[in-house]
T-cell receptor, first 116, second 115 residues
Framework: AQSVSQHNHHVILSEAASLELGCNYS??????LFWYVQYPGQHLQLLLK??????LVKGIKGFEAEFIKSKFSFNLRKPSVQWSDTAEYFC??????????????FGKGTKLSVIP | DSGVTQTPKHLITATGQRVTLRCSPR?????VYWYQQSLDQGLQFLIQ?????ERAKGNILERFSAQQFPDLHSELNLSSLELGDSALYFC?????WGTGRSEQYFGPGTRLTVT
């Protein structure tokens, strides 16, 4: 079965530190990749997405992600985190499941705590 | 605010009971998705509807069912509830179906506690 792995369960950083959250998926076909974020007490919202083309994609709030096909990876990065980035981050892969349908499969999430 | 609404916010019920969770998608969105989030399983896709028709099924138990009504709101029915069904249930909506590229907009979730 297809799966999405996020390597870190909880990451703690100081403000201004750089961030990289790992995401690997197991699926050999065409994938559509997403990073969602859930701020405390809020709904899940889209950070960025990749379908094709330039493997380095930029999202909102200074986040970017790099798709490396050979490594089945889609890691999320931010050069300098802020306290307001404290949230839970979810990597997701939309995989074709037949009959014109897709299923969005999520990783288990990484909680990011940024210390002022 | 994503534009997706879910009611109720919290639900506490006993084992063996049946509950109905409701979702209203964003204005203009025809697809509705249901997800279950639990500590051990993470966020799991349950089922998708597009314009009233079921389009995709994930890890949805036979005790669970859903439907999408002509006004596009959706209901998730959970019956013969077990302690393990305690979780956060999210609804999401998107404009289209069948491309795999649509952004899904998530509601605030319904927290179900089965005692």
């Amino acid at each position: 079965a297809q799966s999405v792995s996020q390597h870190n369960h909880h990451v703690i950083l100081s403000e201004a530190a750089s961030l990289e959250l790992g995401c690997n998926y197991s699926y050999g076909g065409t994938v559509n990749l997403f990073w969602y974020v859930q701020y405390p007490g809020q709904h899940l919202q889209l950070l960025l997405k990749y379908f094709s083309g330039d493997p380095l994609v930029k999202g909102i709030k200074g986040f970017e992600a790099e798709f490396i096909k050979s490594k089945f990876s889609f890691n999320l990065r931010k050069p300098s985190v802020q306290w307001s980035d404290t949230a839970e981050y979810f990597c997701a892969v939309n995989i074709y499941s037949g009959a014109g349908s897709y299923q969005l499969t999520f990783g288990k999430g990484t909680k990011l705590s940024v210390i002022p | 605010d994503s534009g997706v609404t879910q009611t109720p916010k919290h639900l506490i019920t006993a084992t063996g009971q049946r509950v109905t969770l409701r979702c209203s998608p964003r204005s203009g969105d025809l697809s509705v998705y249901w997800y279950q989030q639990s500590l051990d399983q993470g966020l799991q896709f349950l089922i998708q509807y597009y314009n009233g028709e079921e389009r995709a099924k994930g890890n949805i138990l036979e005790r669970f069912s859903a439907q999408q009504f002509p006004d596009l709101h959706s209901e998730l029915n959970l019956s013969s509830l077990e302690l393990g069904d305690s979780a956060l249930y999210f609804c999401a909506s998107s404009v289209e179906w069948g491309t795999g590229r649509s952004e899904q907009y998530f509601g605030p979730g319904t927290r179900l506690t089965v005692t």
